[in-house]
């Protein structure tokens, strides 16, 4: 597991990315929209520090074009620090996503 500090800069741009209305299928309805956005915008900063070529899209069944693969970002919030042992699960509540890798 890597250790990433959130910035204030990436939480701004974080916010930058949505209007923050309910997203349609929100399993939280819409209550961690802004910790997925952050989860986005670091997945896009760490693959382009790995030299691959990132866009952000926001489409409904994906995030990102990586490489031209599609990317849908997962990010789960908790008030404990992961341990290494830990799994980490993606609903199957919108399995018909059309994308390529879940990350």
């Known amino acids: 597991m890597k250790k990433i500090y959130i910035t ?4 701004e741009e974080a916010k930058d ?4 209305k309910n997203l349609k299928n929100s ?7 802004l910790h997925g956005a952050v989860g986005e915008v670091i997945a896009m900063q760490v693959l382009e520090l790995r030299e ?7 489409h409904y069944d994906y995030d990102l ?3 031209g693969k599609r990317i849908d970002v997962k990010t789960i919030k908790s008030n404990h620090e ?3 042992e830990y799994n980490a699960n993606i609903s199957a509540f919108n399995h ?8």
Request: proline letters at 6%; aromatic letters at 14%.
């Open 8 to 11: 204030p800069e990436q939480i």
């Open 17 to 20: 990315l949505y209007n923050f």
């Open 27 to 33: 399993i939280t309805n819409g209550e961690s929209q």
């Open 52 to 58: 691959n070529h990132v866009d952000y899209v926001g």
């Open 65 to 67: 074009i990586c490489n």
């Open 82 to 84: 992961p341990k290494d």
């Open 96 to 103: 018909t996503q059309q994308t390529d890798y879940y990350l």
